[in-house]
């Protein structure tokens, strides 16, 4: 395994001396890497099989800025990798039968590999989410969401289920660490379908205890200071503080939060769960926000589509 963490380095500045500052595992790197040997095999897939392609539909109701962002990323990852990646665009009027059609007629499409149908949900009508996830096909649910898949990795059948992008992307970046997760004790804050559970299961399944903390957790920087492994996905901003951060530990951050910042543009910018300054000087590894886990989910989110893909052609006899 080629390493992408970048090197630590000491800085100045605590009593005594020096202080270690923590080693920063790059999504930006890490997912490079991850699209390049996706091109690769995509370029086999294609010269041996006629032209095939893996092709991804990606389902938006509505129009929110940051799905737009979010999906315009996706497909532009997904042509340099090779994906024929489609973007299909209801309106905000549309109904949970329409949504659920336009689901039926790609799950029925056998040239479709991957479906995804981008969340939250931007409608005007009331759309139950979670019938929404289980109408995708589970043979085509590249993002892991349907009960189907999300039952599947909670039995540790890891083999063939698909793994929710974000988690499956935090793992990619432990790895990166090279730290081992067998008997450590990992922490994931948050328990949503999208990144918390999943998270646990697949920390979990490759053998650490774990902890699920959440909102109602009485002692969260008591669980914190447990963790040799850590991955917050709770939505708040810099909630996990450096000091409750045991020392050397990894810490992977999948928060996203905006916060005003005049100095910007846009007038605002990106921050993570962990507070980053803080928790530097105690973990051991930490990922940035952003370019940290954020650019991960969408390489495993290509990822997940290829290897839908490679289902299909072993269905079909062909590889
Ligand atoms: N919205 C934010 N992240 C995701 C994701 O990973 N999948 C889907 N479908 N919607 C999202």
């Not at 930490?286 to 893909?309: F, R």
């Amino acid at each position: 395994m080629i390493s992408l963490v970048a090197h630590s380095f000491w800085a100045p500045g605590c009593q005594g001396g020096r202080r270690s500052m923590a080693t920063i595992i790059s999504g930006i790197k890490t997912s490079k890497l991850v699209r390049e040997r996706l091109k690769m095999e995509v370029d086999k897939m294609e010269s041996h099989f006629s032209g095939f392609r893996p092709s991804l539909v990606v389902l938006q109701v509505g129009d929110r800025d940051d799905s737009n962002l979010y999906i315009s990323s996706k497909l532009k990852a997904a042509a340099e990798i090779g994906i024929d990646a489609k973007h299909v665009r209801l309106p905000r009027t549309a109904t949970q039968d329409e949504l659920l059609q336009s689901i039926m007629s790609v799950n029925e499409n056998p040239s479709v590999h991957g479906l995804i149908v981008q969340l939250p949900l931007d409608s005007v009508s009331p759309i139950n989410t979670e019938l929404i996830t289980n109408a995708v096909s589970p043979e085509k649910d590249v993002d892991g969401l349907s009960c189907i898949n999300a039952g599947k990795l909670s039995r540790g059948d890891l083999n063939s289920c698909f793994i929710p992008c974000t988690p499956s992307g935090c793992m990619e970046l432990i790895r990166q660490t090279g730290v081992s997760v067998e008997g450590k004790h990992a922490v994931v804050i948050g328990r949503s379908k999208i990144v918390g559970a999943p998270m646990h299961d697949l920390l979990l399944w490759h053998h650490a205890t774990v902890t699920s903390c959440h909102s109602k957790t009485a002692d969260l920087p008591e669980q914190v200071g447990r963790a040799d492994i850590l991955v917050v996905g709770a939505g708040r901003a810099e909630m996990v503080r450096g000091e409750w951060v045991k020392q050397g530990a990894v810490v992977i951050d999948c928060g996203i939060n905006y916060i005003p910042d005049a100095t910007k543009k846009s007038s605002k910018r990106v921050i993570g769960d962990v507070h980053y300054t803080s928790a530097n000087q105690r973990a051991g590894f930490i990922t940035p926000v952003p370019g940290g886990v954020g650019p991960m989910t969408v390489a495993m989110l290509m990822e997940n589509t290829v290897q839908s893909a490679r289902r299909f052609l072993l269905k079909m006899n062909l590889s």
